[in-house]
């Protein structure tokens, strides 16, 4: 089958719109209609090579798709024909992670064999160009407009939900409420500190909100702060030009003047780092997911006592099939607004999108397919 994807030929060279062959369904394997996929950060880092990790190209980027089920291979479960899927991070389900049921810390998934590969499940490639090799992206590559992945990478939703937005939930979303939903738990009225007013952090504290928590929401982006108020957040920091103690005061002095039992870490920025850290309350404790080259563990260790708890989570510590689900729910019940964060592209404007993203022009680009 003949489909159009955008390859990435090598990396920090420009995305470029291509015809590829596509293989059939596999056994435990999934033929997608793509309706629409999120831009993700990830995406233009891997594209740029800024987190130095070298990968196998040409490849098709994209990984927060959602789209329509086409047909399925022998022995597939879980979906059918028809079924309306977002498309997620794969996992085994064999190793011993996931046999405890801790997908996101499945073995070959954090080693990098799973997503950082380039290959699929049978260690091939589900697109070709010319008979050659086209690699894919956590085995999902949702910057074209069909794909095949295996089951374990796709959830079903309800089909009253509109695809057009629903990508995003497999990946930002999806780790910041998860990082409060099943790992910081908190109770109601306990202060919890969002720094970034990105998808993830905005997921965080609107799951934070739901939870009954007090949130806080940190952010140079004024933007990006009236949105985080608009859709709940008690308090906005806006910490452009703060010195390191500015932020720390400015945070402690707006939950009741004692600082944060929880903290939601997501920019990688270290003064922003410190501050938020050394601000909370003793037993407080942190969930850092924007780990980048360059930080000291210094920076989290010298600035908590040991009475704090730091957790370096992955994907929000949750399985894809517990927590699209409850987002979604409070999404119905207006509590969880993703889609107000969400700027429309045609397929073939997804280079804009992505410049629009890394500049800050808009919060989560998403380019649809029809």
Same mark, same amino acid.
């Given at each position: 089958?003949?489909?159009?994807?955008?390859?990435?030929?090598?990396?920090?060279?420009?995305?470029?719109?291509?015809?590829l062959?596509?293989?059939?369904?596999?056994?435990?394997?999934?033929?997608?209609?793509?309706?629409?996929?999120?831009?993700?950060?990830? %995406?233009?880092?891997?594209?740029?090579?800024?987190?130095?990790?070298?990968?196998?190209?040409?490849?098709?980027?994209? &990984?927060?798709?959602?789209?329509?089920?086409?047909?399925?291979? @022998?022995?597939? #479960?879980?979906?059918?024909?028809?079924?309306h899927?977002?498309?997620?991070?794969?996992?085994?389900?064999?190793?011993?992670?996931?046999?405890?049921?801790?997908?996101?810390?499945?073995?070959?998934?954090?080693?990098?064999?799973?997503?950082?590969?380039?290959?699929?499940?049978?260690?091939?490639? @589900?697109?070709?160009?010319?008979?050659?090799?086209?690699?894919?992206?956590?085995?999902?590559?949702?910057f074209?407009?069909?794909?095949?992945?295996?089951?374990? #990478?796709?959830?079903?939703?309800? @089909?009253?939900?509109?695809?057009?937005?629903?990508?995003?939930?497999?990946?930002?979303?999806?780790?910041g409420?998860?990082?409060?939903?099943?790992?910081?738990?908190?109770?109601?009225?306990?202060?919890?500190?969002?720094?970034?007013?990105?998808?993830?952090?905005?997921?965080?504290?609107?799951?934070?909100?739901?939870?009954?928590?007090?949130?806080?929401?940190?952010?140079?982006?004024?933007?990006?702060?009236?949105?985080?108020?608009?859709?709940?957040? %008690?308090?906005?920091?806006?910490?452009?030009?703060?010195?390191?103690?500015?932020?720390?005061?400015?945070?402690?002095?707006?939950? %009741?003047g004692?600082? #944060?039992?929880?903290?939601?870490?997501?920019?990688?920025?270290?003064?922003?780092?410190?501050?938020?850290?050394?601000?909370?309350r003793?037993?407080?404790?942190?969930?850092?997911?924007?780990?980048?080259?360059?930080?000291?563990?210094?920076?989290?260790?010298?600035?908590?006592?040991?009475?704090?708890?730091?957790?370096?989570?992955?994907?929000?510590?949750?399985?894809?099939?517990?927590?699209?689900?409850?987002?979604?729910?409070?999404?119905?019940?207006?509590?969880?607004?993703?889609?107000?964060?969400?700027?429309?592209?045609?397929?073939? &404007?997804?280079?804009?999108?992505? %410049?629009?993203s890394?500049?800050?022009?808009?919060?989560?680009?998403?380019?649809?397919?029809?």
């Amino acid at each position: 089958m003949k489909i159009k994807a955008s390859v990435l030929e090598e990396q920090k060279s420009q995305l470029r719109f291509q015809m590829l062959d596509l293989i059939e369904s596999r056994a435990k394997e999934v033929r997608i209609k793509m309706v629409g996929s999120g831009v993700c950060h990830t %995406d233009i880092a891997h594209a740029k090579n800024e987190f130095n990790m070298k990968l196998n190209t040409p490849i098709v980027l994209g &990984h927060e798709g959602a789209g329509i089920v086409e047909s399925i291979g @022998p022995g597939v #479960t879980k979906v059918k024909v028809g079924d309306h899927v977002i498309i997620s991070n794969p996992y085994c389900g064999v190793c011993d992670e996931c046999m405890k049921g801790e997908q996101w810390y499945c073995e070959p998934g954090t080693d990098g064999s799973l997503h950082l590969s380039g290959l699929d499940y049978y260690g091939t490639t @589900p697109f070709t160009r010319r008979g050659r090799p086209v690699h894919t992206l956590f085995q999902q590559s949702s910057f074209a407009e069909m794909i095949v992945v295996h089951e374990n #990478t796709v959830t079903k939703i309800d @089909p009253d939900i509109d695809l057009k937005y629903a990508g995003p939930l497999s990946c930002g979303l999806r780790t910041g409420a998860g990082y409060v939903y099943n790992l910081l738990k908190p109770r109601p009225a306990d202060w919890v500190c969002v720094t970034g007013a990105g998808p993830v952090g905005l997921g965080a504290m609107w799951m934070a909100r739901a939870m009954g928590a007090k949130t806080i929401v940190l952010d140079i982006n004024q933007s990006r702060l009236d949105m985080a108020k608009e859709t709940g957040a %008690d308090v906005i920091i806006n910490s452009d030009g703060m010195s390191e103690g500015e932020m720390y005061a400015a945070i402690r002095a707006a939950a %009741d003047g004692k600082g #944060t039992h929880f903290l939601v870490e997501t920019t990688g920025v270290e003064s922003v780092i410190k501050a938020s850290m050394k601000q909370m309350r003793g037993g407080g404790q942190c969930a850092e997911g924007a780990v980048v080259g360059g930080i000291s563990f210094d920076s989290y260790t010298n600035d908590c006592n040991d009475a704090h708890t730091i957790t370096f989570g992955r994907m929000g510590n949750v399985a894809n099939e517990i927590i699209i689900p409850v987002m979604l729910d409070l999404y119905r019940r207006g509590m969880f607004p993703f889609d107000k964060l969400i700027t429309f592209y045609p397929f073939e &404007h997804l280079q804009q999108a992505m %410049d629009d993203s890394e500049t800050g022009r808009v919060i989560k680009p998403v380019v649809l397919f029809d």
